[in-house]
């Protein structure tokens, strides 16, 4: 089973922008199918992007879409989350997920979770 564990959150300005990683151990990344969930307080869990490692399809959540890039780096066993023009409702945890079927959006079919990456988006 592969083990995750984000990095890159902080605290950012309103405009500013943010990469955030995915490290994996325990197995390869291009077995798997992968994506990024944010969840801010109070609200439901949020589907942000998708990426498949094998074939590097990539889909994104409409509130990131043509802000955001999703990408991978095998050599390194990793994954990318880059979010431009981020705006105070991004403010979350930010969680990347491995799936060995595809699952897109449901996050109930993603069975390895990383602790997740805190963002703040000061005003």
């Known amino acids: 089973e592969v083990q995750l564990v984000e990095s890159g959150g902080g605290l950012v300005q309103s405009g500013g922008s943010l990469r955030l990683s995915c490290t994996a151990s325990?197995?390869?990344?291009?077995?798997?199918?992968l994506a990024w969930f944010r969840q801010a307080p109070g609200k439901e869990r949020e589907a942000v992007s998708y990426?498949?490692?094998?074939?590097?399809?990539?889909y994104y959540g409409d509130s990131v879409k043509g802000r955001s890039t999703v990408s991978s780096d095998n050599a390194k066993n990793m994954i990318y989350l880059e979010i431009r023009n981020l705006k105070p409702a991004a403010t979350a945890i930010y969680s990347c997920?491995?799936?060995?079927?595809?699952?897109?959006?449901?996050?109930?079919?993603?069975?390895?979770w990383g602790r997740g990456a805190q963002v703040a988006v000061s005003a």
């Open positions: 997920a491995a799936s060995e079927d595809i699952s897109m959006w449901n996050a109930l079919g993603y069975e390895c």
């Open positions: 325990g197995s390869a990344l291009r077995d798997y199918h």
């Open positions: 990426i498949g490692v094998s074939d590097c399809t990539t």
